[in-house]
């Protein structure tokens, strides 16, 4: 099973993650809604498309665009449609 943990509260867990480049992209629903606040963020990958992200908050502390998925992936990156991977100190295991 796969966790991600932010300031040592669990975030995310799996058993159904996807690895893309290293990082492990968990289903939507494998995320707690109460973490994830909307960002204005986008940025582009050529062959993944364009990821819009997610603030995490826990414990009214924010980690800002910690969270990214891709609303529309490319057909190369189909694997991660309904995804959500994590970083900016976000522990993945």
């Known amino acids: 099973m796969a966790t991600a943990r932010w300031n040592g509260t669990v975030i995310a867990e799996s058993d159904d993650v ?7 992209y968990f289903p939507r629903a494998a995320v707690r809604d109460d973490v994830l606040r909307e960002s204005g963020t986008h940025t582009y990958c050529p062959w993944k498309g364009t990821a819009s992200y997610y603030t995490v908050e826990v414990d009214g502390q924010r980690n800002p665009d910690a969270a990214w998925y891709y609303p529309e992936p490319r057909d190369a990156a189909r694997e991660i449609t309904g995804r959500v ?7 993945v295991s």
């Open 18 to 24: 996807v690895t893309v480049e290293g990082n492990a």
């Open 85 to 91: 991977a994590f970083w900016r100190g976000v522990e």
